[in-house]
């Protein structure tokens, strides 16, 4: 597991981890597997056993950026609720296809933004596939009611006999 250490008491001999999922942790001083001495804020790999922090390695300072507890650690969910949000816009003016591209991106995007803890691309991507329902649905409710119209104009023309082509029959 990822963390963070907080703080160090020396004359306890434990150290604390606050990890990436909101845990706080303590692990002994005996643990650390690094070269040098752990110190606050630097990035962490434990294993946790029994409630402690156990096995516990320092993460190299590149990897370091993707484990900040509460950060989100990319904005792929972000990008694809803006982009299902302006397929919704479009499917305004354009019927179906960028409607339920909105629907698929925005289900996609909302789920990587749970991964990332990015609170922005979940807002985005649940605006994008919610939309896209509703959107579908009154679609469906406007074309059945126009067949509903139409097909109930054309009994009442039949039943008077009103503008039928010749040899054309309502049964």
């Known amino acids: 597991m990822r963390g963070h250490i907080l703080g160090l008491e020396a004359t306890r001999g434990v150290g604390l981890i606050l990890g990436v999922d909101g ?5 002994p001083l005996s643990e650390w597997r690094s070269e040098g001495a752990p110190a606050a804020g630097q990035a962490v790999d434990y294993v946790l056993d029994a409630g402690q922090a156990k096995q516990v390695y320092a ?10 507890p509460g ?11 803006g982009i299902a949000i302006g397929c919704l816009a479009l499917g305004f003016l354009i019927p179906l296809v960028p409607t339920i591209a909105a629907l698929i991106l925005g289900l996609i995007g909302a789920r990587r933004a749970q991964e ?19 959107l579908l649905g009154l679609g469906l409710i406007l074309l059945f009611g126009a067949l509903l119209f139409f097909g109930g104009l054309m009994s009442l023309l039949g039943a008077w006999g009103w503008a039928l082509p010749a040899g054309l029959t309502v049964t």
């Open 71 to 81: 950060a989100p650690r990319s904005n792929t969910g972000s990008v694809l609720g």
């Open 116 to 134: 990332d803890n990015d609170e922005t691309g979940l807002v985005l991507s649940r605006i994008g596939w919610i939309g896209a329902v509703v």
């Open 59 to 68: 993460v190299p300072a590149g990897a370091a950026a993707a484990v900040a």
């Open 23 to 27: 845990a706080r942790l303590e692990f």
